[in-house]
């Protein structure tokens, strides 16, 4: 009888002790957009984040469906004290976070590192996250624009894949050829509808334009660079099957072979590689761009909204984490984003080898000395003002006006949003 509870005494030991170490586990609540490319991303990282740091838990809420749903819930969640301690949202919703006191500075934690430099944050890529004097984010997945091509159609067109044209007018002309050239095939699509006006920008800061004047009080995308964006995409729609459908439709004509050319965000490398598989010869080609031209970072950073001094503590052992070396390579090995930070790609037991192997991959890297920030509108109508250049864009992509008149149209409406 002694025996016996002797034992029970010692199994309530260490039931007691295994609950109190289950309850000094610190919980990590994060959250993250577009599921069908992170999710399996974002799993793995934090898996491999709880063997590593045992006294933390990673919850995750449920994905966002995008950048814009993402900086929403977040805005309703700070109204309700329901904020996640770590979010990623989009590299152009930063500045809304920073406006309203929500996004946590995390300068003072990177001047804690003591061996910060040698930790593969490059300067230049730390700037996207910056704003105000203060490190509101650190990158996680960056993107630019490239051009998909399936090399059989373009090789029966007569055009070498490694003739790939870098102008709009070729794209538009090789379009026409494969489609020419292979019966029941279409030409090209060019994914305007990318989040936060992301094409758009890409087409104006690649003619060498900007958004606004430097003093964002004024619309300075109405000069020759707009021009040239709004008619590229009126060139597109020309050849292309622009008003047949959305990426979704697009991406499935271009995976099954039945397309030539698409041109959407390098994030989608890792999905359509593998649904074309060995269907056809995937290749990628860089964005047109003029010789003072940009093209803005995509993808997202990660930030800390987590006010409590033990949970930011965690939150910033998992940002370190999952935008480091490990993290950064279970990223890019499960997208086609490339990393912020710049250690995977020289070291052979991370991306060098991966990167030697899927040149396709390096297309968007090549494109890094271009690079310029996914720029947001100021004020409390920067979301709206989002919406009001997708509409316009639309009434030239339905040709339900032309590229001039919309151009005008966009300009007005979008100076009379600016704060005054």
Avoid at 192 to 206: D, K
Avoid at 227 to 232: F, G, H, I, L, V
Avoid at 287 to 310: Q, S
Wanted: charged share 20%.
């Amino acid at each position: 009888m002694k025996r016996v509870f002797l034992k029970s005494i010692a199994a309530s030991a260490l039931l007691a002790c295994g609950l109190a170490q289950a309850q000094q586990r610190v919980e990590i609540v994060v959250d993250y957009p577009y599921a069908e490319i992170f999710k399996e991303v974002h799993e793995k990282i934090a898996r491999d984040f709880m063997a590593k740091y045992p006294q933390y838990k990673v919850t995750f809420r449920a994905p966002t469906p995008g950048y814009e749903e993402a900086t929403q819930q977040s805005l309703r969640q700070a109204v309700t004290n329901q904020l996640p301690d770590v979010s990623y949202q989009g590299l152009n919703r930063q500045r809304v976070f920073v406006d309203r006191g929500i996004a946590v500075d995390m300068t003072p934690f990177i001047k804690a590192e003591k061996d910060w430099a040698n930790m593969g944050y490059d300067k230049a890529l730390l700037s996207l996250g910056q704003l105000g004097g203060k490190q509101v984010g650190i990158g996680f997945s960056l993107s630019t624009p490239i051009v998909y091509f399936n090399a059989d159609l373009v090789r029966k067109a007569g055009v070498s894949p490694e003739q790939f044209p870098a102008t709009w007018d070729g794209i538009a002309e090789l379009a026409k050829k494969a489609k020419a050239a292979n019966a029941g095939t279409q030409s090209m699509h060019l994914d305007w509808e990318i989040t936060g006006n992301w094409m758009w920008q890409a087409l104006v800061f690649a003619n060498g334009g900007t958004m606004l004047t430097p003093d964002e009080k004024k619309v300075a995308f109405d000069g020759p660079a707009g021009k040239a964006a709004m008619q590229t995409f009126a060139k597109v729609v020309k050849v292309g099957e622009m008003r047949n459908g959305s990426l979704n439709t697009a991406s499935q004509d271009f995976v099954s072979g039945n397309m030539a050319i698409l041109v959407t965000s390098t994030s989608r490398l890792g999905m359509i590689t593998k649904q074309v598989g060995s269907r056809f010869d995937l290749r990628t080609a860089r964005m047109p761009i003029e010789k003072n031209g940009r093209l803005p970072a995509g993808g997202n950073v990660a930030m800390m909204f987590a006010k409590d001094p033990a949970k930011q503590k965690g939150a910033w052992e998992y940002i370190k984490f999952a935008t480091g070396p490990l993290g950064a390579t279970a990223m890019v090995q499960g997208t086609g984003y490339f990393p912020a930070n710049t250690i995977p790609a020289n070291d052979a037991n991370l991306l060098k080898s991966f990167y030697e192997q899927h040149p396709n991959y390096l297309t968007a890297i090549k494109q890094l000395p271009v690079l310029t920030g996914w720029y947001a509108f100021p004020g409390e109508n920067g979301l709206k003002i989002t919406d009001v250049i997708k509409d316009h864009i639309q009434s030239v992509i339905s040709k339900e006006t032309t590229p001039e008149k919309a151009l005008a149209d966009m300009t007005r409406d979008v100076q009379a949003l600016l704060p005054r």
